[in-house]
């Protein structure tokens, strides 16, 4: 059974007047363990997809199962689907400006135990699994941007998610900082199984994975 399989996803735009199709009938698995690149040019629906994977978003039609099933579609429930089953890396950090790096890798876990005192311990466990373990304190700001995003992917982390869903997540970093944050995620895979899809318009990366697909008119292709 695959961690997550889609059947038939199209999503299309309307809201400019003209009727865009931007996913046109996406089939897409991800094994437990995979760790999967899509590319593509900018404006391929490469977000749009994740936003979809991540059900951050709906498609027009098609579906997506998470180890072969449906997840649940009323709001509170699907919110605390994601919180327990996804992680997201995005682009920019997203940290909360005014949580130090402990306290913003502890959120997603204290809102769903409402556990404070385990969440930051676990937070903090993690942070220094990462190489942040002088960096608990720090808030966003007084962090450069490779430490920024190492706290976003133990946020991520924190819930122990079937799944990280990672939208360029070094498009803002330079090379040296870009290649730790991919030397992270490669560690990550190797040694705790961790599955992640990564959207990245960089070819040195998206050859480092195990599979690399292409988006293009609507459709993934590998390769
Ligand atoms: N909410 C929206 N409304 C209208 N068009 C959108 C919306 N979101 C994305 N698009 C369009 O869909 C296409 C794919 O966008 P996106 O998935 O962000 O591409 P990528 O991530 O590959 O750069 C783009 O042409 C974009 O302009
Ligand atoms: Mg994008």
Redesign the pocket.
Known sequence: MYLLETEKIVKT????GEK?L?LNGIDFRVERGEMVAIT????????????ILGLLDKPDSGCVRFNGELAPTEDKLLSKFRNQNIGFVFQFHYLLEDFNARENVAMPRLIGTGNRSESLRIAQDLLSSLGMQHRLNHYPNQLSGGEQQRVAIARALINKPDIVFA??PTGNLDAKHSNEIISLIEELNRDMKQTFVI?THDKSISSRMQKSYT?QDGALRLG
């Not at 735009?13 to 400019?16: E, V």
């Not at 593509?40 to 936003?51: M, Q, V």
């Open positions: 735009f309307n809201d400019t865009l931007i593509g040019e900018s404006g391929s629906g490469k977000s749009t997809l994740l936003h939208d360029e959207i988006m």
